[in-house]
């Protein structure tokens, strides 16, 4: 973003090197993990399978019948093929980013790999004459679908697919911890003045002590 801001911001400056500086922002746009022309064949052989998969349903299906719940039974029924481990809620493992052993848990296709699924056939649906307010691909139930195996493979494998929403908690954890540390210091200052030798042992215990003092003091 900054970089290709930056190449715009210079072109009228160096004329001739227009081009090819639109050029290079252009590549860092699209930076992509797939190139063009493999994401295309991909999407061809996606369009493909699905629809082998629609000529094998029973009942017979037609493309112009399909609906969002038949995507989903497509996608549910891709998980065999799936090469990814969703522990289920009894593993021990449940939740475990990198297991140290082996379990009997199911593969199923990953949340990432069908999400980019579901985009591919999508664009496909309607570059072969589908209308875009037809498209099964773009169906409310498979975008909570998504959410749903989104959300339940986060659980099951340790690893938030979401950004991060834990900004009030940690506030909450470091205000008490100050709280918390405010005390020992005033306490351990008084207890220097007393032993000394007993080191970190006698914190607590004189934390303890400084706080019935000051409730003491409070009191009285
Ligand atoms: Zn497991």
């Not at 998969?53 to 969002?68: D, E, I, Q, V």
């Not at 009894?90 to 985009?119: E, M, R, T, V």
């Not at 498979?142 to 929403?165: D, F």
Request: with cysteine; net charge positive; proline share 8%.
């Amino acid at each position: 973003m900054d970089s290709a801001s930056g190449a715009g911001a210079s072109d009228p400056n160096s004329g001739g090197e227009g081009p090819s500086a639109t050029r290079s922002a252009a590549a860092a746009e699209g930076s992509s993990p797939a190139p063009p022309s493999r994401y295309e064949s991909q999407k061809r052989r996606d369009w493909n399978t699905f629809l082998q998969y629609l000529k094998n349903h029973k009942p017979p299906l037609t493309l112009a019948r399909c609906s969002g719940a038949h995507v989903i039974e497509f996608l549910k029924y891709l998980d065999q093929f799936g090469k990814t481990k969703v522990h289920i809620t009894g593993c021990p493992y449940f939740g475990h980013p990198n297991p140290p052993a082996p379990c009997a848990c199911p593969l199923k296709q990953a949340w990432g790999s069908l999400d980019a699924l579901i985009g591919r056939l999508r664009a496909a649906y309607e570059e072969n004459g589908g209308r875009p307010e037809s498209n099964p691909f773009g169906a409310r139930a498979v975008r909570i679908y998504l959410r749903e195996v989104r959300e339940g493979q986060a659980k099951a494998r340790g690893i938030p697919y979401e950004k991060k929403k834990r900004k009030r908690p940690n506030a909450t954890a470091a205000t008490v911890v100050e709280n918390v540390s405010v005390a020992p210091v005033s306490q351990v200052a008084d207890a220097g003045g007393g032993g000394g030798g007993e080191g970190s042992a006698s914190t607590s215990s004189a934390a303890q002590t400084a706080t019935t003092t000051t409730a003491t003091t409070t009191t009285v």
